[in-house]
């Protein structure tokens, strides 16, 4: 098609917008000196039918508006602006960019030589490379206008979430109950059977690992592997169409939505795990594909002293730069996409912690946390940090302000430790057991700050939790070399698989007291994806590259049911029990106070030499459900049921005195790891060695 009529156009919206009549074009550069739009006929296309400059420029954004342009049109830009890596610009018109605001792909890149702004075998700073990147470029697509939403959030309370972490291929893709057709799809995860499965567990929200539109790195190519994960963006606006039923990326926002739909109506909340922390490009010897070309230096954090260099706190080669309106706006403006139209319920940031960096580390008054608090939409979805980053300053956990739950790195060391064994560790369990008080407390945050987790996808599964001591990635291609060598894990007398009965049963166990512990812990419980299947990656604690039966959720094993209707019971006892779902902190620790009593096997009140005597691991806490100081829904004090945890991380079996119940009750048994045995009098229970139990006032 050949345009020869562009109009001013407007410079708001950034990106694509069509109407009846035709699309308006707007792009920001603070440094470009001239941006031509260019037009493909089609995505197969080689080179653009027809370049036009944009004919106008309002501030830093140039604009304008081609008539008779259909949604469907495939197009890329070519920036105009100086070559000067010593000053952190990186103009090369000869690199034809994606759309940092594309809402939809055209055509995914080619990897190429020619797709690198910098001649080859240059250094950083060296001469630009002329070859035309057109026929191997990342090409945006004019996406359809998008109808009104049909569904309204759920805006499920903090205090009754329960979160999934699951992949959109990896939990669909092996389940027969599904339709073949729809296994590994975002219509696979809308389908009854998975939907059954998450509402069947209790669960409340899932949380999806990356689905912005990602690249796989040519050394995965190499290796013969993907990058499944998907910590590789390429758009911060587009849906990764590897997901869709056709694989096309004209159908990934219909199908995104429709899977969106279907999970608000089971009631189910759907949470992003959102890398805006580096992109695609990596440091100063990769790709051109986008935001390099468009803006360098607005768009990326460059070394202060050697511009030509990137400021690497990700590990990736790149840092977005926070510090920069530029990039704060395309964050802000993705969020709110996703929000507004995609209809999410919240965000998971990936390396959050790169995100709030200033310019002396991370600052708790950071540009990018004090807009997003002050966004009248952002705010009101639910925000989770991954405090840390790939620096030792970048650990940030509980410092992330009032607003924000974080993923508790503590919290999963610190229940690890405990059951493994470890010596002095019943008092770091106290506390994450009891929504980490100490760290979320004194800035005035609730327990709903702490994200609760044993597993996530980085690292081991459950299953490969009690059954590795080691890690083992071999198939990852990189000799065992990556993944963390830090697992606090513990293989129960063998490594990997084994036909030994003794030591299978206390993996099984292990499995429950970590499952139980999680849900009776304060704050929000969050499961990794398959856990309650006994899902294992043969040892590997790194399976970014791994898409396949490895790292997929295994629906054949019949022995999982056992497993899954523990969960089942786990979710249920927190759902109808106000003391495990509290809204403030408990106050046992202090005098007079009677919401909870932490207490020694023998009944006594715990003391401070209790606490710190490094040989124990047996201890009771008293949940008093008549305690509670906060009111329902309904206005009225909140009430429940009066609850016993026994914790014995010892290998030797445990008899605990059981505390008075309250008036007219007695206590029974609600759910234990590990079938526990009675007194004859029914003031004592023993468990075994390694076990967990819930009493119940009744």
């Not at 920001?28 to 653009?48: G, N, Q, R, Y």
């Not at 609730?446 to 996530?456: D, E, K, R, S």
């Not at 007079?592 to 096997?601: C, E, H, I, K, M």
């Amino acid at each position: 098609m050949l345009v020869v009529d562009v109009l001013p156009g407007q410079p708001f919206p950034l990106g694509a917008t069509p109407d009846n009549d035709g699309v308006n074009f707007a792009i920001t550069s603070t440094a470009a000196t001239k941006i031509e739009l260019c037009l493909f006929d089609s995505p197969d296309a080689p080179v653009e039918r027809v370049c036009v400059p944009l004919p106008s420029r309002t501030d830093h954004t140039w604009h304008g508006y081609l008539p008779g342009v259909r949604p469907g049109q495939v197009y890329g830009y070519r920036v105009y602006g100086p070559w000067e890596p010593s000053q952190g610009h990186r103009f090369n018109p000869a690199k034809m960019l994606l759309d940092p605001y594309a809402r939809a792909i055209g055509r995914l890149p080619t990897w190429h030589q020619a797709l690198h702004a910098h001649a080859e075998g240059t250094e950083a700073d060296g001469a630009a490379d002329e070859a035309d990147s057109a026929p191997y470029a990342a090409l945006a697509a004019v996406a359809e206008p998008l109808p009104p939403r049909e569904d309204e959030p759920l805006r499920t309370p903090w205090r009754d979430t329960v979160i999934y972490e699951l992949h959109v291929k990896g939990f669909t893709a092996l389940n027969d109950k599904i339709a073949p057709d729809l296994r590994g799809t975002y219509a696979g995860l809308a389908s009854a059977p998975a939907i059954d499965h998450l509402r069947r567990i209790g669960v409340t929200a899932v949380e999806l690992l990356p689905v912005y539109q990602h690249l796989d790195e040519p050394g995965l190519a190499g290796r013969g592997l993907t990058n499944y994960w998907g910590y590789n963006t390429l758009s911060f606006f587009a849906a990764d169409h590897r997901f869709t039923t056709t694989k096309s990326p004209r159908d990934a926002v219909r199908e995104f939505r429709a899977m969106v739909k279907a999970l608000h109506d089971a009631g189910l909340e759907v949470i992003l795990d959102v890398v805006y922390n580096h992109t695609v490009e990596g440091d100063h010897l990769g790709a051109t594909l986008s935001w390099r070309g468009v803006d360098n230096r607005g768009y990326y954090r460059l070394m202060p002293d050697r511009p030509a260099y990137y400021e690497n706190f990700t590990g990736t080669g790149n840092t977005v730069d926070t510090r920069s309106p530029l990039a704060v706006r395309m964050i802000m403006d993705s969020l709110r996409y996703w929000i507004e139209e995609m209809h999410v319920d919240g965000f998971r940031f990936d390396l959050a912690s790169a995100l709030a960096r200033g310019d002396a580390g991370f600052d708790r008054s950071s540009a990018f946390l004090e807009v997003v608090a002050q966004d009248p939409v952002i705010s009101r979805v639910k925000l989770i940090a991954e405090p840390w980053d790939a620096t030792a300053e970048g650990y940030q956990v509980g410092n992330f302000p009032p607003g924000w739950s974080e993923w508790n790195g503590r919290y999963r060391d610190g229940v690890r430790r405990f059951w493994k064994g470890d010596a002095g560790t019943m008092g770091e369990f106290a506390s994450r057991l009891a929504g980490s008080h100490d760290m979320y407390g004194p800035s005035g945050r609730q327990p709903y700050a702490t994200i609760n987790f044993v597993t996530a996808h980085d690292g081991f599964t459950l299953a490969d939790l009690v059954s590795y001591n080691d890690k083992h990635n071999e198939a990852n291609g990189e000799e065992n070399r990556d993944g963390d060598n830090n697992n606090l894990s513990w293989n129960c007398g063998a490594e990997g698989p084994t036909d030994n009965a003794e030591v299978s049963a206390l993996r099984r166990r292990q499995i429950r007291n970590f499952l139980l512990t999680l849900f009776v812990s304060e704050g929000v419980p969050m499961i990794s994806g398959g856990d309650e299947r006994g899902r294992s990656q043969q040892g590997n604690n790194n399976a970014y590259c791994q898409d396949s039966e490895l790292s997929w959720t295994h629906w054949d094993n019949g022995d999982a049911e056992d497993l899954v209707a523990f969960v089942e019971a786990l979710s249920r006892l927190r759902a109808t029990q106000p003391v495990l779902r509290r809204r403030t902190f408990l106050k046992g620790h202090r005098p007079g106070q009677t919401d909870a009593v932490w207490l020694t096997p023998e009944g006594e009140a715990m003391t401070e030499e209790n606490w710190n005597d490094p040989e124990r691991r047996a201890f009771a806490l008293r949940l008093n459900g008549d305690a509670i100081p906060e009111l329902n829904e309904s206005g009225a004090p909140e009430r429940g049921s009066t609850l016993l945890l026994l914790f014995n991380a010892g290998a030797d079996p445990v008899t605990f005195t059981l505390p008075a119940p309250p008036a007219d009750t007695s206590w029974q048994v609600a759910i234990e790891s590990e079938a526990s045995a009675p007194a004859d009098d029914g003031n004592a229970r023993t468990l075994t060695g390694r076990a967990s139990a819930v009493l119940l006032a009744h």
